[in-house]
């Protein structure tokens, strides 16, 4: 897969290749969707939640999770998002 560019109308199709081509290994899925061409930061992030949807977050490794730019999201959702309470 590597080296395909992905145009941004291709980025749901794409996301979804990586995804089920490394079906139960949801970090070589983002990995893989990462090291395409063209829209590879949107389709790695699709794929993200994605595998967050399908395999919760106990895949996601801690340096990911230290850098994410909010802080990690506590158990119930982050305030003011649909699945969180209001601020």
Do not use: I, K
């Amino acid at each position: 897969f590597h080296g395909y560019a992905t145009a941004g109308s291709e980025t749901v199709a794409v996301a979804l290749l990586a995804l089920l081509t490394s079906w139960a290994r949801p970090r070589q899925a983002v990995a893989v969707a990462a090291s395409f061409g063209g829209n590879a930061p949107a389709t790695a992030q699709m794929v993200g939640a994605m595998a967050g949807a399908f395999y919760g977050d106990a895949w996601l490794p801690a340096s990911w999770v230290a850098n994410l730019e909010n802080g990690p999201v506590e158990e119930g959702g982050a305030e003011g998002t649909a699945g969180g309470p209001p601020g």
